[in-house]
């Protein structure tokens, strides 16, 4: 049997958008853009995910420039990759300040292994985007920043969601 690591491997590597994007908006890939992104991601979800364990599920917004963007794994920027996971990363060092929460907040949960071991964190949607400021600085662009982009990826985010959950087992905190 594959395990979560294996699934999510696959996913990652098969991830694509097809459509098409409003004017002045660019996809981001990370493991189209960079080999780098997909060596360090599959190493992070071989050391934290390789088992059937259940997990509560965490989601968040699309993936962000300094962090996803990156190393491929939600909420996680190079510098943590690095110091909090001990996994090696030779592209460009960022700081992304909600990695920076998420890493507070695992070390008060116990530490990595604690957390992955009872969490899988993902994104609503897999990729991230950008836009180009007046200036001509490349800025995140979030999905629900425009109707027109939520329209445009609606689709692609419920099939992709869809697809990455349906192997995982995953537990309710919901209580009626």
Known sequence: ?????????????????????????????????SREALKVSSAFYRKYYHDNRKRHLILGINPGRFGAGLTGIPFTDPKRLIARCGIAYKGDMAHEPSSAFVYDMIEAYGGEQDFYGSFYINSLCPLGFTSIRPDGKEVNYNYYDSKELSKAVHDFMVSRFVFVLAPVKMKSTCKN
């Open 1 to 33: 049997m594959a395990t979560l690591a294996s699934r999510i491997i696959a996913f990652n590597k098969t991830l694509h958008f097809e459509g098409n994007l409003p004017k002045g908006i660019r996809i981001m890939n990370p493991f189209r853009e």
